[in-house]
């Protein structure tokens, strides 16, 4: 059974960084494109970042960009998400996703079929 689990998130400061790490298990993370969301209290789960198998893409939301990097090492089975000068905004639920099938890099929910059980980031002074 695939499994993905996330870690890294934590309370910090606004202007602070985080790396967040998305380990993948049961299956092979490096032949599958993978997208991070995430999700606050009382708003809908958002597409933040996500990176082909191969890494030559990746795709950022509009809010992130300059902010976030996504990268991958496929021999740790292990995806990234960095984030930089983080925001009160940014605080929610990172959830990391793969999909069942495909390399395309889509910031969708509904794209994706294995996901993790999520890590908490909080930013707050």
């Known amino acids: 059974q695939p499994r993905l689990v996330e870690s890294g998130g934590g309370l910090i400061q606004p202007g602070g960084s985080l790396r967040l790490s998305c380990e993948a298990s049961?299956?092979?993370?490096?032949?599958?494109?993978i997208a991070w969301f995430r999700q606050a209290p009382g708003k809908e789960r958002e597409g933040v970042s996500c990176i082909t198998y191969s890494a030559r893409n990746t795709t950022y939301e509009d809010s992130v960009k300059g902010r976030f990097t996504i990268s991958r090492d496929n021999a740790k089975n292990t995806v990234y998400l960095q984030l930089n000068n983080l925001k009160p905004e940014d605080s929610a639920v990172y959830y990391c996703?793969?999909?069942?099938?495909?390399?395309?890099?889509?910031?969708?929910?509904?794209?994706?079929?294995?996901w993790g059980q999520g890590t908490q980031v909080t930013i707050s002074s």
């Open positions: 996703a793969a999909p069942a099938f495909g390399d395309e890099c889509l910031l969708v929910s509904r794209a994706y079929d294995y």
């Open positions: 049961g299956f092979r993370l490096s032949i599958y494109p």
